[in-house]
């Protein structure tokens, strides 16, 4: 019998989310992804030595402002990260932009361009690249305008389906939903663990996936950050999951039966859109005023989309949270490079 992750390769694509080259040659996804977190851990590694270097010896020619030197090398580093990444896979490789940018449509939008254009100035043309944006309001109004220049955008960060809903609907090309980090907050919150099948986050991927699948959207439905093989299995037939070493390891020593979960065909899951998103209720003085929404079959607007995010407590934490850590290791990086280039 075949091992488990083989079985998934049959019916899933497989993306390394990691910056390991050994581990992508070896394990040979078909696509990877980075973030600011893989790309400070990739440059302490002897596989980057010579990338490092040649970052460095780039910005060491550069003058102006410390701060803005150190930023450009480390923008050129992650660059690096990408294409030595892309020389491994025949795909994708994701290129985020900066967490720091989530709330910013403009400056998204044009720190976006730029990572396409230093791919191209380098020889990696658009339609290798996905760039990542954080589900926010502000990430998919970038989003949205990227998509339309051909610019294809990966929205992490995704916990909620309010966030799924305005994705698609912004014609993004994937989503990422989280499922570790939902299930850490609801493991946190009640002090239980979860079998698979009632996994809160393993849950919310097979509920969007289902709505997608039934409303014939295009957007590619991605699961990520996992917590255990258990949670991969149990989204079998996803589109894509994205997953680390060890998990695609230890999948890979697995060889029992993997039974497909997921299917394009089974539309069965109930609508993420409920009945009470219909109408917010909105206090205004001592009056209470009804504001109906868009019908659910219509576009999520702003307002319906912060109030749904606002009602979801895990979603509201876990954002922020993500994007406060994805900063912070930018942060850190460019510190890092900041030391090296004096």
């Known amino acids: 019998m075949t091992s488990k992750l083989d079985q998934l390769r049959a019916m899933t694509t497989i993306v390394a989310d990691t910056g390991d080259l050994d581990a992508v ?10 973030n600011p977190t893989i790309v400070l851990k990739a440059i302490g590694t002897e596989a980057f030595t010579d990338v490092v270097e040649e970052a460095l010896s780039w910005g060491r020619q550069k003058s102006g402002d410390a701060a803005y030197v150190a930023a450009a090398t ?8 990408g294409i ?36 191209r100035e380098r020889g990696i043309e658009r339609e290798r690249v996905l760039i990542k944006l954080a589900s926010t309001w502000e990430g998919i109004r970038a989003a949205e305008a990227l998509q339309r220049d051909g610019i294809q955008c990966n929205m992490t960060l995704l916990l909620n389906r309010a966030q799924a809903i305005a994705s698609a609907e912004a014609g993004a090309f994937l989503i990422s939903p989280f499922v570790g980090r939902i299930y850490d907050w609801h493991r946190k919150s009640t002090g239980r663990d979860f079998a698979p099948h009632e996994d809160p986050g393993v849950r919310s991927v097979r509920e969007i996936y289902g709505y997608y699948k039934r409303n014939g959207i295009p957007t590619v439905v991605m699961g990520a950050s996992f917590r ?22 230890e999948l890979a020593g697995e060889m029992g039966k993997l039974e497909r979960v997921l299917n394009p065909g089974d539309v069965s899951t109930k ?5 009470e998103d219909a109408i917010c209720h909105w206090f205004v003085g001592e009056d ?12 999520m607007d702003e307002i319906t989309f912060r109030w749904i995010m606002n009602e979801d407590a895990m979603a ?8 406060r850590i994805f900063a912070r290791d ?13």
């Not at 040659?25 to 980075?34: E, G, H, I, S």
């Not at 480390?74 to 990260?81: G, N």
């Not at 209470?288 to 576009?299: E, H, L, S, T, Y």
């Open 25 to 34: 040659a070896r394990l040979k996804p078909v696509d990877c992804t980075t």
């Open 74 to 81: 480390s923008d050129r580093l992650a660059i690096s990260v």
């Open 84 to 119: 030595e990444l892309l020389r491994l896979v025949p795909g994708y490789v994701s290129t985020e932009v900066d967490a720091n940018l989530s709330f910013n449509v403009d400056a998204s939008i044009a720190k976006a361009r730029r990572i396409i254009a230093d791919y």
């Open 228 to 249: 255990s093989i258990g949670q991969i299995e149990a989204l079998a037939g996803c589109d894509r999951l994205t997953i680390a070493p060890a998990l695609l390891d």
């Open 271 to 275: 609508s993420m859109r409920e009945p």
């Open 288 to 299: 209470v005023v009804d504001i109906k929404q868009p019908d659910p079959a219509g576009p």
């Open 316 to 323: 509201t934490e876990k954002l922020a949270d993500g994007i």
């Open 330 to 342: 930018l942060a850190s990086l460019r510190a890092e490079i900041r030391g090296r280039l004096v």
